[in-house]
């Protein structure tokens, strides 16, 4: 059995947790990555799909950002899958997402409505609750995220041969509270809202042009000549420039963006559960 997994991970969580996932998928098969974040990977349309010609099993994985998966990955699952399939017409898939545990929002069961819509056959998926950017990753993932690795890799390879029916599948994965399927429609404005109120601001004086910020943005935003440029019509808002500069060049509100999860939070309540196999 050879598994790919395509995926995006702009503050390494999501990283953290496909490695992970290949640790114990190696048991059974044989593990290409995909990390549309490396500059290799970051022109979606020049990626070459005869990569998965002989893939049995693709996972997609991303981060949840405004109740969704992130922008290359629907990108790729809109535009790539659909050449992927054409190829590989016995092809199955599964998506996984990290959300900070307030709500995975609609991106898993968007992602598999997607797929399942093109003819994949989709096994199932999985989320985990991961650290905002600002936080530690020491101890992440915990022994309870690490044993639901474990036993989302045993399933897979059961429901390799025995596919869920996907109207099963589907009713499993609207999960969502009645306010999250509310405010789900207006997410992207409020998100546009949160990117006004939450700028990233560049220190000229401070960039020593090392280019980290450019090398890893996970959407092509970023460019730097004398100093970094940011291009708002790319620019997701990740932070992850704001993380990494060394010099502390670029920046943004923390404290504030903060004080915005936990009102998210108060809002919204924490999703149950939280840690999950579907």
């Not at 923390?254 to 196999?277: D, F, S, T, Y």
């Amino acid at each position: 059995m050879k598994i790919a997994l395509v995926y995006i991970s702009p503050n390494k969580t999501t990283e953290i947790i496909t490695a992970k996932l290949c640790n114990e998928l190696r048991k059974f098969s044989a593990i290409k990555k995909v990390n549309l974040g490396d500059e290799k990977f970051h022109n979606i349309d020049d990626i070459n799909t005869t990569i998965f010609k002989d893939i049995d099993i693709i996972g997609f994985g991303s981060p949840v950002f405004h109740l969704r998966v992130l922008k290359p990955i629907n990108v790729f699952i809109k535009s790539k899958a659909k050449e992927i399939i054409k190829v590989n017409p016995s092809i199955s898939a599964f998506i996984y997402v990290t959300y900070s545990g307030v709500t995975s929002g609609k991106s898993l069961l968007n992602a598999a409505q997607d797929l399942n819509n093109m003819g994949y056959k989709v096994l199932g998926g999985f989320k985990v609750v991961a650290p905002h950017f600002w936080s530690s990753f020491d101890n992440f993932p915990e022994k309870n995220k690490v044993q639901l690795l474990k036993c989302f890799s045993t399933e897979l390879e059961k429901r390799m041969n025995n596919p869920p029916v996907w109207k099963n599948l589907k009713k499993s994965l609207k999960y969502q509270s009645l306010l999250v399927k509310v405010i789900y429609p207006l997410t992207k404005i409020t998100g546009k809202i949160r990117e006004l109120e939450l700028p990233i601001k560049v220190d000229k004086e401070l960039c020593i042009q090392c280019k980290l910020c450019q090398k890893e943005c996970p959407v092509v935003a970023i460019t730097v000549d004398d100093f970094p440029k940011i291009d708002k019509s790319k620019c997701i808002h990740c932070f992850h420039c704001v993380n990494i500069c060394p010099k502390n060049a670029i920046t943004s509100d923390i404290e504030k963006a903060i004080k915005i999860v936990e009102k998210n939070r108060r809002i919204v309540g924490i999703e149950i559960p939280q840690n999950h196999i579907y």
